[in-house]
């Protein structure tokens, strides 16, 4: 679902509210597959366009956060967790290993065609303090007739 492949899926029709929940609730299962103690930093969903379509009637929904281990040391095993745990719940690995950034950060990117969604966890282990960086995009949606994308 990268959009450099111009494939992104369509994800069914909603409002912006509904699937922003839709979003969070998804978030917490992929919290919930890190397996390690620590933080989740506290952020909402947001709205954007889909690329080449009417911005009035089509929308995607992305949802950036970020976890911090109780353990800096943990920080590796969080991200080995998710790379073993995610495809058992219906993501697909697609891309696994050091990024073009000077420090090189370790990255994963995983889609999941039933939800419509991708994430992309980059482990930023030279932060102070280290974490993972996490960001979770849907498919385009269309919003129900008679209502209005909401921009938050």
């Given at each position: 679902?990268?959009?450099?492949?111009?494939?992104?899926?369509?994800?069914?029709?909603?409002?912006?509210?509904?699937a922003a929940?839709?979003?969070?609730?998804?978030?917490?299962?992929?919290?919930?597959?890190?397996?390690?103690?620590?933080?989740?930093?506290?952020?909402?969903?947001?709205?954007?366009?889909?690329?080449?379509?009417?911005?009035?009637?089509?929308?995607r929904v992305?949802?950036?956060?970020?976890?911090?281990?109780?353990?800096?040391?943990r920080l590796?095993?969080?991200?080995?967790?998710?790379?073993?745990?995610?495809?058992?719940?219906?993501?697909?690995?697609?891309?696994?290993?050091?990024?073009?950034?000077?420090?090189?950060?370790?990255?994963?990117?995983?889609?999941?065609?039933?939800?419509?969604?991708?994430?992309?966890?980059?482990?930023?282990?030279?932060?102070?303090?280290?974490?993972?960086?996490?960001?979770?995009?849907?498919?385009?949606?269309?919003?129900?007739?008679?209502?209005?994308?909401?921009?938050?």
């Open positions: 679902m990268n959009d450099t492949e111009n494939t992104v899926p369509f994800a069914g029709t909603s409002t912006t509210r509904a929940d839709d979003m969070e609730k998804l978030s917490g299962e992929i919290h919930a597959v890190i397996g390690v103690d620590g933080k989740k930093s506290d952020s909402r969903p947001g709205v954007t366009d889909c690329a080449g379509k009417d911005r009035d009637k089509y929308f992305f949802h950036s956060w970020s976890f911090y281990p109780a353990s800096p040391g590796d095993e969080a991200m080995e967790h998710l790379k073993g745990e995610l495809p058992k719940h219906g993501w697909r690995i697609v891309e696994y290993g050091p990024d073009t950034s000077k420090n090189k950060n370790l990255s994963l990117t995983a889609d999941n065609n039933e939800k419509k969604s991708s994430v992309n966890v980059s482990q930023r282990a030279k932060n102070d303090p280290p974490k993972l960086s996490l960001m979770l995009v849907s498919g385009c949606y269309e919003i129900p007739a008679g209502q209005e994308i909401e921009r938050f």
